[in-house]
């Protein structure tokens, strides 16, 4: 073959090609911020279904799903650093944040540390927000050691 006998350059052709590369990329970049985006989404679904307990008044409820114990009534004893009663004195009617009218599950971030998620949940609508911790490994929730800053597109954007 020699170059008279090449073929004929076809602009569709590589215009197909260039387009179907560029849709790929895009899948791709798509796919890596949903990824990254969603990645604390287990911590956040169990914060969520907390918060939903408190808001039905489902004390019980929202103490197994603390400890991530549904059957925490049979052996008591293993929760005895912090016991139903402590539970219902902080999250209960006469607690910080009283009765759960409303929540909104903001924004979770997860320290370097990595054992962890923190969320951020603005309760009842009030400024200051409430943070739970949620253990990885167990999905157990505990009060944050940590506070976060969370609120702007940009933040949810990359958060």
């Known amino acids: 073959m020699t170059l008279l006998d090449a073929k004929q350059y076809d602009p569709a052709r590589n215009r197909?090609?260039?387009?179907?590369?560029?849709?790929?990329?895009i899948f791709v970049l798509i796919f890596v911020w949903l990824g990254?985006?969603?990645?604390?989404?287990?911590?956040?679904?169990?914060?969520?279904?907390?918060?939903?307990?408190l808001q039905k008044q489902d004390f019980p409820?929202?103490?197994?799903?603390?400890?991530?114990?549904?059957?925490?009534?049979?052996?008591?004893?293993?929760?005895?650093?912090?016991q139903?009663?402590?539970?219902?004195?902080?999250?209960?009617?006469?607690?910080?944040?009283?009765?759960?009218k409303s929540y909104s599950v903001d924004c979770s971030l997860s320290p370097g540390?990595?054992?962890?998620v923190v969320v951020q949940v603005t309760v009842n609508g009030r400024v200051e927000?409430?943070?739970?911790w949620v253990q990885k490994s167990d999905k157990t929730l505990?009060?944050?050691p940590?506070?976060?800053?969370?609120g702007n597109w940009l933040s949810w954007l990359t958060e």
């Not at 990254?36 to 307990?53: G, I």
């Not at 103490?63 to 009534?73: P, S």
């Not at 539970?87 to 607690?95: E, S, T, V």
């Not at 940590?146 to 969370?150: A, D, L, N, R």
């Open 84 to 100: 139903f009663s402590d539970f219902y004195r902080d999250w209960g009617p006469g607690g910080e944040w009283g009765l759960v």
């Open 16 to 25: 197909k090609r260039r387009n179907r590369i560029l849709t790929a990329v």
């Open 113 to 116: 540390n990595g054992s962890g």
């Open 129 to 132: 927000h409430a943070f739970v």
């Open 36 to 53: 990254y985006h969603f990645r604390n989404y287990p911590e956040r679904s169990l914060a969520t279904k907390f918060f939903a307990a």
């Open 146 to 150: 940590t506070e976060i800053e969370c």
């Open 142 to 144: 505990s009060f944050s």
């Open 61 to 82: 409820g929202a103490y197994a799903i603390w400890f991530n114990d549904a059957d925490w009534k049979r052996h008591e004893a293993q929760h005895s650093a912090y």
